[in-house]
């Protein structure tokens, strides 16, 4: 068993959602440390293993003012490892993957704090694959390339060149997109892709109330709605998108 060292930070990727794909050693410095601050994508099975007065909510709310900074976040980790304690920084997913660990990582560097990074299944990867669309696929895809649907709103600009991924071709995975699906499959549309290229929402991926919602670039948005997807949601564009079809009869 993996057990939390006083003053140490821990940056945790807690997996999709489903508590059977945590791994054995976040499942064990999540019971053994002296707190842990999540936000909510871990999702309540997950966070339930975290005992009593141990759990931190510094969760982040869309569209409201209800919000732990990030630079809040990053100074009480620094603060809870000084005072000589274990602390586990909870991700969803993977906390290398759009889930600011990079940030942290480099805070506690120069704060001189040691931290260790414990990688979790990645959702862009976990929750396509429950729904039976692999992101890569010898007769559709030999790439794939993850963006994020919801950039820092402080950037002048949008870094995501959506006319480059249409011309680069293989399978395209947003992660926080469901918002501005409109926007980045007009833009797809706008800079070649054909209207026709097979699309999935893939909804809470990999827990008991997963959704999904397939169309092409033309259609997906009124199967969004349709379907009524929420976030958390990731959005698969592609060729792979449309093997579900043959595997989603058989799928469990």
Do not use: C
């Not at 906390?95 to 480099?106: D, M, T």
Request: net charge negative.
């Amino acid at each position: 068993m993996t057990t939390a060292e006083a003053g140490t930070v821990y940056l945790v990727g807690s997996g999709p959602g489903d508590p059977d794909l945590l791994t054995v050693k976040a499942r064990d410095l999540l019971e053994s440390a002296d707190v842990v601050l999540h936000d909510r994508l871990p999702g309540p099975e997950i966070l339930d293993r975290i005992p009593e007065g141990n759990a931190e909510d510094v969760g982040k709310r869309a569209h409201s003012d209800k919000r732990t900074s990030q630079a809040e976040i990053n100074e009480r980790l620094v603060e809870y490892a000084r005072e000589g304690k274990s602390v586990v920084r909870l991700k969803g997913g993977d906390p290398f993957v759009f889930g600011r660990g990079g940030e942290e990582a480099e805070y506690l560097a120069a704060h001189e704090i040691a931290f260790e990074v414990v990688p979790g299944v990645t959702s862009p990867v976990a929750a396509p694959g429950v729904a039976g669309i692999p992101v890569t696929h010898r007769d559709h895809a030999s790439s794939v390339t993850f963006v994020t649907g919801h950039e820092d709103p402080t950037k002048p600009e949008s870094s995501v060149d959506w006319a480059a991924l249409a011309d680069a071709g293989g399978t395209i995975v947003v992660l926080m997109g469901v918002t501005r699906l409109p926007e980045y499959t007009a833009a797809l549309v706008e800079a070649g892709m054909d209207p026709e290229t097979p699309v999935a929402l893939v909804s809470r991926g990999t827990r008991p109330n997963q959704a999904v919602a397939t169309g092409t670039l033309d259609t997906i948005v009124d199967a969004r709605d349709e379907a009524g997807i929420e976030p958390p949601a990731v959005t698969v564009i592609g060729g792979v998108a449309g093997v579900r079809d043959e595997l989603e009869a058989f799928l469990r």
